[in-house]
């Protein structure tokens, strides 16, 4: 199944390779039953325009990794039905920001980008790491959607 409308985009000098992440868009929302005329868009940026969003809209200081920013609030469906057409949102990622997490995880820039987008689509699917319960199955659908996709690639 194809899904909808995806903008995929880098805007800095990393060496991404966007025709991946968009696969990696693709499985996830069709394996999430997200409905296939719903878009999203992925977008590589700089530090500098990180930070700004980062603080604009997070009241947070200085740059970070991923930015999710959901639109219409579409959802995960219930077993078996498929979710609303809508604009899932935008997801922001800072290559610059990834060095120390790549360090600490053992992934290329490829893989960690391929894990943000993945945390990006459950954050725009209203999905969190705020409590414990939360987190647990935020990262395990996370970890089951990667190893999905790495199966079919």
């Known amino acids: ?35 296939p005329d719903s ?27 991923v930015l999710s920013f959901p639109m219409d609030e579409v959802s995960l469906p219930s077993e078996g ?3 609303e057409q809508g604009i899932l949102g935008d ?8 060095l120390p997490q ?4 053992g992934r290329s820039l490829q893989e960690e980008s391929e894990f943000l987008v993945t945390h990006g689509v459950l954050h725009l699917l209203g999905l969190d790491h705020q409590d414990p319960d939360a987190h647990t199955y935020m990262f395990e ?11 079919q690639s």
């Open 1 to 35: 199944m194809s899904t909808g409308p995806r903008e995929i985009s880098n805007e800095t000098p990393a060496h991404i390779d966007l025709s991946a992440i968009d696969s990696v868009v693709e499985h996830h929302l069709a394996h999430l039953r997200i409905h």
């Open 39 to 65: 878009t999203i868009s992925v977008t590589f940026i700089d530090s500098e325009r990180m930070t700004t969003l980062h603080e604009d809209w997070m009241q947070e200081p200085g740059s970070t990794d």
């Open 81 to 83: 039905e498929m979710s």
């Open 91 to 98: 997801i922001v990622i800072c290559p610059d920001f990834l």
């Open 102 to 105: 790549m360090q600490e995880s």
């Open 141 to 151: 659908l996370q970890d089951q959607l990667l190893e999905c996709w790495k199966g």
